[in-house]
């Protein structure tokens, strides 16, 4: 029956306009919570921040090695609402894990959290560029570029 039909399709897209309101006014949800903690983490003393840094790095550090490995990384980043795929999951750790053992140390927790927040810039670190991420092919060229330069 056509009209059945048409129901039906005036219906789905009546859904299908609600839930895009739904989830615009989620996104702008979690974009201001988001703000309000960078906010609240910037102005936080150095000594308060790092203690909380600690105090997370100590609760995703599951078998208290002193280091997150990739299954305790994969969980601090469901807790940010992140769910990486494995290779963002590999890239994300390549990019803090300094020492290149494939784990996260404590001081490379205290660094990707800094930076994750916005608290922190690596200009003079080829591995990060401004936004805490891998830089892009482009990035690596100018960062190449710079260094056989000077």
């Known amino acids: 029956d056509q009209s059945y039909d048409a129901a039906m399709i005036r219906q ?6 609600d839930l895009s309101e739904h989830l615009t006014t989620c996104h702008s949800i979690l974009e201001t919570s ?25 609760f995703f550090d599951s078998d208290d090695d002193g280091t997150l490995d990739r299954e305790e ?19 994300f750790i390549a990019l803090f894990d300094h020492n290149g053992d494939q784990l996260i140390n404590r001081k490379e927790f205290s660094r990707m959290v800094r ?6 810039d690596f200009p003079d670190d080829p591995t990060v560029n401004k936004e805490g991420q891998a830089p892009t092919a482009e990035e690596k060229g100018n960062t190449a570029e710079a260094s056989s330069s000077g």
């Open 34 to 58: 988001s703000n309000c903690l960078e906010e609240f983490f910037r102005r936080l003393p150095t000594k308060r921040l790092q203690g909380s840094i600690n105090e997370k790095f100590d």
């Open 73 to 91: 990384v994969r969980e601090c980043m469901a807790e940010m609402g992140q769910r990486p795929t494995e290779e963002e999951l590999d890239s």
């Open 115 to 120: 930076v994750k927040l916005g608290l922190l």
């Open 12 to 17: 789905m897209d009546q859904t299908r306009k």
